[in-house]
């Protein structure tokens, strides 16, 4: 049996898309032990040639088979489309949209069963994504959200989902790691500079305003990067706001994952901290994920619906009033250990939910 899953990546910057690659593959293996599985993202992957060509490259591919592409994808069982775990959407413009719809149709239409594994569906604003997103919802034998607000999206697109899940980044193996860091602060370069989603200006501000109490308050705080880009320039790019931070916080230490091992580095990072604080989804998830309370500083809806399904409602919204005193807050509530530990158990059996759905479909 062979197995491709899409739209994750073992080599991306964004570590939370490479947590989407070895977690679902987790979970089809253990689904199907004996699969050869594949992965291919936006970049470099298993494809012959990029997924990411433009139509009119398709086209020609088609009639040539110049790079094979049409075989290679015809010789799957299964394609598990994780839609980078966010992009079945169109917030981050229709381009991306369109182009990661493309080759689930081309799968449709040469009878290889597609699934849409647990994501966050949703929000559309246009009824160009409207339209994609519902083709792609009916073409799929199986759909699977990662939270209620994803699936009451897709209800309202004609395709009610089959299961509610949880992120696949709980299915990675968490192995203990020893409590030697106090608070590890994940800055997003994504919200740092002018940005669709929250006032830089004001999160500059809040960042700093909390690490700053934090350290009057006797805690030690760490940076983390979790979207590594191979340089400081600005962007969708954590390691751009770490000379401003370090400027202006002093002498502390900086956590830049790097290489091939980079998502280990992150996960023990985050399990090696009583509490992380994260503007990346997948910083907190992969806290969590190790058994570390994480507060998310959520710039999108996609965080408090997935966290509400885990139980776990110590969420920081930034376009709230008062940030910076919800956050001290929430750092500093009673039974945070014991809330992250019963955030495994609701994951798992989420995590179950969509193994047996899965393993039913063949």
Known sequence: MRILILWASLDQPNLGVRALAVGTRAVAAKVFPNAEIQIQGTGHGDAPTSLFMSRRGLLKERVTGAHGLFDWLASFDLVLDTRSGDSFADIYGLDRMRDMSRFPEILHRMGVPVVLTPQTIGPFSTRRGAHLARRALNHARLVASRDASSAACAAQLGRPVDVESTDVVFAIDHPPVPTTRDVVLNVSGLLWDDNPHVDATRYRRD?????????????????????????????DNDRYPLADLQRELGDMEVIVPDGA???????????SARVVLG??????????????????LAYSRKFAPLLAGLGWDHVVDLHGDDVVDRALAAVASPGLQDDAIEVRRHADRDLDRFSGALGELL
């Open 207 to 235: 960042v700093l305003e909390i690490a700053r109490r934090l350290q009057a308050e006797g805690r030690t705080v760490a940076l983390l990067a979790h979207v590594v880009g191979p340089d400081d320039s600005a962007g």
């Open 279 to 296: 503007s990346r989804m997948h910083a907190c998830l992969n806290a969590l994920s190790m058994g570390t309370p994480a507060i998310p």
């Open 261 to 271: 091992d980079a998502l280990g580095q992150v996960r023990e990072a985050v399990g």
